[in-house]
């Protein structure tokens, strides 16, 4: 198999490439923009409210804990007119995200299958290999049991046979 990277639908497109978190966040901040706004203006007001208890100003709490809730409606009204509005890209990324999803998978399940065929390979190697010892085993036994039985029909002794078999008589 070639290591290039195989044409894609999604090619011309570079709205749907995979993207890391913080990609994922700037693009999100970038769409709704109102979301984190309302968030900060939230944050604030119940800064302010916790300023204003410790002064003591009761008005200025009520008014901050006010604004913490129009802040709160403004954010939440933000989100379901996003997700309105957001809603047929939304499909389409889900979409994008199965997709490269799968190809994960079948990435995943390619790579297994090489490796259990490299496997495969390793053990028809090992048996060939331990095959071939056991082949020169055999043929080295019935070479000892030859030159056994010829030293026996020679009347040899035990170490006459191992110089023979060795090949270290004269």
């Known amino acids: 198999m070639s290591n290039q990277q195989l044409p894609s639908s999604f090619d011309g497109n570079t709205e749907f490439y995979e993207e890391s978190r913080w990609q994922k966040l700037t693009r999100k901040l970038k769409d709704e923009p109102l979301i984190p706004f309302g968030c900060a203006v939230t944050c604030y007001a119940l800064w302010r409210a916790s300023r204003s208890i410790r002064s003591g100003d009761h008005h200025q709490t009520n008014r901050m804990f006010r604004a913490r809730i129009y802040g709160q409606f403004f954010t939440i009204v933000c989100m379901v007119g996003g ?27 390619e790579a297994w299958i090489r490796e259990l065929e490299a496997r495969d390979e390793e053990e028809r190697e090992l048996r060939a290999k331990k095959e071939a010892k056991k082949k020169k085993l055999s043929e080295s036994k019935a070479v000892a049991s030859s030159m056994v039985e010829q030293s026996e029909e020679r009347k040899l002794g035990i170490v006459e046979a191992v110089l023979d078999l060795g090949g270290f008589r004269r």
């Open 83 to 109: 997700s309105f509005y957001y809603a047929e890209e939304r499909e389409k990324r889900k979409i994008f995200e199965s997709a490269v999803a799968q190809k994960k998978v079948a990435e995943r399940k």
